[in-house]
């Protein structure tokens, strides 16, 4: 079955440090691939998407994310964090149509 | 354009009762999909209409049920409330098309509380 699984469900980085939040997809066949972000009492918002265009992906925000083919994965990365980015992120896979798997997010915390 | 709207936002049932929860998707989407959202389980997927079908379909029971309007708007019930219901229900919009893998809009959620 498909799925995705997001490696550790906190994360903490101090403001200004490297974020990297992992996620990792289990299929054989690459499905499209997203990043959603979650703010308290909010609804998701897209940060990126892979569409198998190009294996780097820049979203807002300065996020970015890269399509690892031969470790099933799909990383976040933002060189520098910042206390605005404190909040929940889900890596989501689409392998028909508008049929999304979610991993089950991790929580960022960002220290001064 | 209007983002997707879900309303009520906020819902209080007792055990038993049924619940009728709506989504207005943005302008043109004719996806709509519902997820339900809890700490312990995350986001599970329910299903997806395309006008007016029921394309997709999660692992739930069959007291969860959902219906798209010509207009695309699109109502979820669920019947015979249970504690564990207790969930914030987001609502996502798409364009849809066939061979799509759109990005998917999401509501602000309707929060459900069942006592």
Redesign the interface.
């Known amino acids: 079955a498909q799925s995705v699984t997001q490696l550790g469900s906190h994360v903490s980085v101090s403001e200004g440090a490297l974020v990297l939040l992992r996620c990792n997809y289990s299929s054989s066949v690459p499905?499209?691939l997203?990043w959603?972000v979650q703010y308290p009492?909010?609804?998701?918002?897209?940060l990126l998407?892979y569409?198998s265009a190009a294996t780097l992906v820049k979203g807002i925000n300065g996020f970015e994310a890269e399509f690892k083919k031969s470790e099933t994965s799909f990383h976040l990365t933002k060189p520098s964090a910042h206390m605005s980015d404190a909040a929940e992120y889900?890596c989501a896979a689409?392998y028909?149509?508008?049929?999304?798997?979610?991993?089950?997010?991790t929580k960022l915390n960002v220290k001064p | 354009k209007a983002g997707v709207t879900q309303t009520p936002r906020y819902l209080i049932k007792t055990r038993g009762q049924q619940v009728t929860l709506s989504c207005s998707p943005i302008s043109g989407h004719r996806s709509v999909s519902w997820y339900q959202q809890t700490p312990g389980q995350g986001l599970q997927f329910l299903f997806e209409y395309f006008s007016e079908t029921q394309r997709n379909k999660g692992n739930f029971p069959g007291r969860f049920s959902g219906r798209q309007f010509s207009n695309s708007r699109s109502e979820m019930n669920v019947s015979t409330l249970e504690l564990g219901d207790s969930a914030l229900y987001l609502c996502a919009s798409s364009p849809g098309g066939a061979g799509a893998h759109n990005e998917q809009f999401f509501g602000p959620g309707t929060r459900l509380t069942v006592l």
């Open positions: 499905p499209y997203f959603y009492n909010q609804g998701l918002q897209l998407k569409t889900f689409s028909n149509f508008n049929k999304f798997y979610f991993g089950s997010g």
